[in-house]
Each structure stands twice: as structure tokens, then as C-alpha cells.
């Protein structure tokens, strides 16, 4: 392609809430422009980008025998009343009518999509199993739209159900999609890491993130630099069910032994832990605590062996944020968050609800603040209220696997694997028929990768000051040839002499043949765009030489004008 046809608008100007690299690089290089929060188009090169992705997910899930399919980006709400799901999912499924006043979502993922279209066509365990996958748009209402494509609320990804007669066979195609996703990241050129996102004591069976690792990714990871054992911090996070005997607790202190061996450590390691990123996984098991278990009331524990490390954990209970963190969840759940202190069961149990919600529930919010506190609650005549211990990894912890020392790491969730069992298939009555001609709903997996998030991905774990830096399979062009002066006959003709060998050689390139541009310009394009290599046909071509530049290092190389090809490749 050349630069003066095609549209790439790329610009000094930072939007003022880009925070992250790849969200300030990707508009400034003309990658991408936002229509509203969390919505963006692709211009010519985030198109091309995207594209080179999706390429490659698509090569790789044919390749493990996955069949491309495509659901409607709008499916009818009464799917989702069939599966349960209009009622558990909240408000990150928009909603909207027709003009028949029928109601339907936007597919936030596409489960119910699936098993429509399986139910009644795959009737004998001699059909499964089968593996369906679309790479498509979807939508979630994000509470908090951000990063650019990094959480966007319309985004592309690729999700994928799988149908099987058997557990054991679920597990098998849950293996293969494991090694499948490896495949795409590896050849994307990303630095990721495999971790177990099982919620351990509260459930779900198997399931696993890939995260790529960056400095600014959202996710924290435990990781053994030893071996490959990788958890996220829900996971590697364990929380213990406890039944509290009320008669022994209500007013006596549990003993320091009793705390130890309900999974809780010493004061200093429990406000260590909230005051680190672990402090994440308390929200997530809330969470879970909420959907998995049905839950209405959560109350988690957190002790302190003094009044000052009690209000030091109350702190840090609130600095969660755990209300604000999933504000239209917790609404819809009723969740409530609450801790006591001093090695007891309370006449002090602060809880930590949303302004917003404190009639709906009846309580206040704000737990160190005198009018806020809600103290005094015999928690044991609260109907319905789950308790929870929650046991930490330590960075340092040893690793089960080898003795290793834990560490934790930023990761994006750039991927994720679920061995879903029956949920779906029994809430929709799929069923087929086994060897013994015996109706079973089937055993499902489902399998999704986050195609524009990788292209933020690649970004936040390649680039410098200046921009981007794509690895070879995801950039737009390999090469950019940097026509110093266009203007000037002789170094336009050389440029385009290079750029017809190159495609005749099927390396993807680019030309820089504006004429009104500078090469300052056109320099600093190359570096913000992040093509990886650049070649500039300028001041040396009398003596037959040009400058090949690595965007990788800047490093810079003459070389003779008919060797270009062979050291490009
Ligand atoms: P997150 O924890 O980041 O909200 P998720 O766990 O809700 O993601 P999944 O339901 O597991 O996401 O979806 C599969 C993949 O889709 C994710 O691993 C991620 O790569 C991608 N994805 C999810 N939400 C978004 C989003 N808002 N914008 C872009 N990509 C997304
Ligand atoms: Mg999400
Ligand atoms: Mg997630
Ligand atoms: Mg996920």
C-alpha cells in the first residue's frame, strides 16, 4: 500500500483520558476513533490489525477441528429467560424492544445462541462431540468502559461451545483448547502466562485465564518463576466456608489457635494482604459468593487482634471499594459486605453497603465513621447469610508444585476456558441420546479469546516512548519504506522499486510516497505506527545505499540498495 492513498490519520494530540499506552497509541496512530464510551471504529490500519488476529484464531481453531459458525449479534431475551440468565446477568446485558414491543438483548456471549441451535439437531451420543466457534462482535454494558480497546463495551471476540457425551471427553476438548490458545498467543509473539481461575471452595468446576503479561494489566497473577504454575489472585485466593458456632462466639473471643486454624494468619499478614493487590480477590469472591451460591447476605471475615489493627482491616475493607467496585451487582444481589474485629464475633459488625442501597436493605454504609456504623447485630439471626474465611497467597508462599517461591504479576486477561458441565443444556432441556438410548443433557465447554483486546494487548507489552512496536505476525505492514524527499524523481522511483520486490517476495509493505510530508514526518509516523521495520531511501542513494532501521532497537544499518530483500528476510 501507499501512504498517499490511504487513510491514517495519526495525530499529536492525546485524548485526556488515555491512560494506558496502547489506548494513546492506537488513536494517535491513527488506529482506531472513538464514537462513544466504550464504542470505537477501526480506521485502515486497526482494521488491517484486527484482521491479522482474528486470522490467526480462525487458522488455529480450524486446525483443532472446530467448526465456524455465526450467531446473530441480537438474540431474543426469551433465550436468555430459558437459561436463567435475564435475571443473573445484570446490567451488563443491554436490553431493548422492538417495535412490536418484543424484547431482545445485544449478545453480550452466546451460550443460549448455541444450544438453540444444537438442541433437537445433534440427538445421539454418536453425533458428539462437536465444537462450534464464531468470531464475532458482542456487547456488555461495562460499568466502567476503559482503556480503549482494552475494555470497550462493543468488542470482537471469539467464542466457542463445545457439546460432548462425557465429562471425560469435555476435559479432553478442554485440553485441546488449551493447547489450541497457546498455539494463537505464541504465534501472535506474546509473552502469557496459562493460570487457574477456579474459584476453589466456592465452585466452578475447571477454568483457565491467559493472560498476557504487562505492567498494566488489570489482573493480578501468582506465578512460579520455577515451574509453570500460574493462578489469578481469585483462585490462588482460597475461601474457607465457615459455620460459626454462635454459643461459643457471640460473646467470647475465638482463641488465637481457633483463628489459625480457620485459615486466617497473623494481623500483620492480614493487613498485608488487604493492602496489597490481594485485595482484589475479595471482591471476586463476593462475587462468586453471590452468583454461584445464590447467596442475599456475605459476610466475610476479617480480624484483628487490636482496636488499631481492627480499624487498620475496617480501612482497608473500605478502600476496596467493594460496594462502589461492582455497584449495580451488588444492587441486584443485595449483597451485603461485612467484617468484625477483635478476634470475635461481634457486638461490632460494620457493614459496608452503597448509599444507594441502604433503604432497599436497611443498613448504612461507611464503616469508621460514628453515625455509619451498623453495630450490634446478632449476626445469627440474620436468615440466609454465608460466612466466608479468606486465606491468602503470600508472594514468597511456596508453590505446591516445585517449592518455588511465589510471585505476584499484572496480567490481561487476554483469554478464558470454562468446562461448563450440563448448566446450559439442563436449564434449556438439550438433551441426546447415550449408548443406552437414554436421554443426558449434554456436557458443554466454552472457549473465549478476546480479539481486540489483543490488539491493545500487544501493545502494552510491546512499545517505547515514541508508540508501538507490533510483533511481525500482528503488524499492519512489516516494512514501511521511508521515501525521504517524494518530491525528488530518483528517490521515488528507488522506494518504489524496493516496494514492488518486496511484494513480489509476499513481505507486506508500505511506502511513504506523500509528497507534502517531511521526513521528520515520516520518522516520527514510523516509530508512533510501530511497523518493525522501516527503510529510508534518502541522502545515500547516489552511492546506492539505504538505511534499514530495527523499530524494535532504532538501530540503523546501511545497506546496499539490491541487498534490501535479502536482509529483510
Ligand atoms: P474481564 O474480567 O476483563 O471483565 P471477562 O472475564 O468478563 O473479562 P469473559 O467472559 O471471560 O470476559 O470473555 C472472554 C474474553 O473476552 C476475555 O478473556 C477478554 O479477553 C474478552 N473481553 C471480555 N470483556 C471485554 C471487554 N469489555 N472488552 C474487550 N474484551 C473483553
Ligand atoms: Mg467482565
Ligand atoms: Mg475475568
Ligand atoms: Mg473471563
Redesign the pocket.
Given at each position: 500500500m501507499k501512504f498517499s492513498q490511504m487513510f491514517i490519520p495519526t495525530t499529536k494530540e492525546t485524548p485526556n483520558d488515555a491512560t494506558l499506552p496502547s489506548h494513546q497509541f492506537l488513536i494517535r496512530g491513527g488506529f482506531v476513533c472513538q464514537t462513544g464510551a466504550g464504542i470505537y471504529d477501526y480506521m485502515p490500519l486497526g482494521k488491517i490489525v484486527l484482521d491479522k488476529i482474528r486470522k490467526v484464531v480462525k487458522e488455529e481453531m480450524d486446525k483443532s477441528g472446530a467448526n465456524e459458525v455465526q450467531f446473530g449479534f441480537v438474540t431474543p431475551l426469551s433465550l436468555w429467560e430459558e437459561s436463567g440468565r435475564a435475571t443473573t446477568m445484570g446490567t451488563e446485558l443491554l436490553r431493548f424492544k422492538d417495535r412490536k414491543n418484543a424484547d431482545f438483548v445485544l449478545s453480550p456471549t452466546n451460550e443460549e445462541a448455541v444450544v438453540n441451535m444444537v438442541k433437537n439437531r445433534i440427538t445421539s451420543y454418536k453425533d458428539l462431540p462437536v465444537n462450534l466457534y464464531q468470531i464475532n462482535t458482542k456487547f456488555r454494558d461495562e460499568a466502567r468502559p476503559r482503556f480503549g480497546l482494552m475494555r470497550g463495551r462493543e468488542f470482537l471476540m471469539k467464542d466457542a461451545y463445545s457439546f460432548h457425551s462425557s465429562a471425560e471427553d469435555l476435559k479432553r476438548e478442554f485440553d485441546l483448547m488449551e493447547q489450541t490458545y497457546k498455539n494463537v498467543y505464541t504465534r501472535l509473539g506474546l509473552d502469557f502466562r496459562v493460570v487457574d481461575?477456579d474459584s476453589g471452595a466456592i465452585g466452578g468446576s475447571g477454568s483457565k485465564?491467559f493472560m498476557v503479561l504487562a505492567d498494566s494489566g488489570e489482573?493480578t497473577i501468582v506465578v512460579c518463576p520455577d515451574c509453570e504454575y500460574g493462578a489469578n489472585i481469585e483462585a490462588a485466593t482460597r475461601a474457607k466456608r465457615v459455620v460459626p458456632n454462635w454459643q461459643e462466639t457471640t460473646n467470647t473471643p475465638i482463641s488465637q489457635e481457633k483463628v489459625l486454624t480457620e485459615g486466617m494468619k497473623t494481623i500483620e499478614e492480614v493487613s498485608n494482604f488487604l493492602s496489597t493487590s490481594q485485595a482484589q480477590s475479595i471482591k471476586a469472591v463476593m462475587k462468586k459468593a453471590v452468583y454461584e451460591e445464590n447467596t442475599e447476605i456475605v459476610v466475610f471475615f476479617v480480624r484483628g487482634n487490636d482496636e488499631l489493627e481492627e480499624t487498620k482491616a475496617c480501612n482497608a475493607v473500605n478502600a476496596l471499594e467493594l460496594v462502589d467496585a461492582n455497584e449495580d451487582e451488588i444492587k441486584e444481589a443485595g449483597l451485603v459486605a461485612g467484617y468484625c474485629g477483635p478476634f470475635g464475633l461481634p457486638e461490632n459488625i460494620n457493614f459496608v453497603v452503597d448509599e444507594e442501597i441502604k433503604d432497599e436493605v436497611g443498613l448504612v454504609c461507611g464503616a469508621n465513621e460514628e453515625d455509619y456504623h451498623f453495630t450490634g447485630t446478632d449476626l445469627s439471626t440474620l436468615k440466609d447469610v454465608k460466612y466466608f474465611d479468606l486465606i491468602a497467597v503470600q508472594e514468597g508462599d511456596t508453590c505446591s508444585c516445585c517449592g518455588g517461591k511465589l510471585q505476584y504479576t499484572k496480567g490481561i486477561?487476554a483469554g478464558?476456558i470454562f468446562q461448563l458441565g450440563s448448566k446450559y443444556s439442563e436449564a434449556m432441556d438439550a438433551t441426546f441420546l447415550d449408548e443406552n438410548g437414554k436421554a443426558k443433557p449434554f456436557e458443554m465447554g466454552c472457549y473465549g479469546i478476546g480479539v481486540s483486546r489483543l490488539v491493545a494487548a500487544v501493545i502494552e507489552q510491546n512499545h517505547d516512548e515514541k508508540g508501538a512496536i507490533w510483533t511481525k505476525e500482528t503488524a499492519p505492514f512489516l516494512v514501511d519504506i521511508i521515501v525521504s524527499n517524494a518530491k525528488k524523481d530518483d528517490e521515488l522511483e528507488a522506494g518504489l522499486k524496493i516496494y514492488e520486490d518486496l511484494k513480489a517476495l509476499n513481505i507486506e509493505t508500505i511506502i511513504d510516497d506523500r509528497k507534502k510530508e517531511r521526513f521528520g514526518f515520516k520518522m516520527s509516523d514510523f516509530e508512533l505506527i510501530g511497523f518493525p521495520y522501516a527503510i529510508v531511501v534518502g541522502k545515500k542513494l547516489k552511492d546506492g545505499f539505504v538505511e534499514i532501521i530495527d523499530r524494535m532497537t532504532l538501530e540503523k544499518e546501511e545497506v546496499e540498495i539490491n541487498r534490501v530483500s535479502q536482509i529483510i528476510f
Open positions: 481461575a485465564e489482573d486477561e478464558h
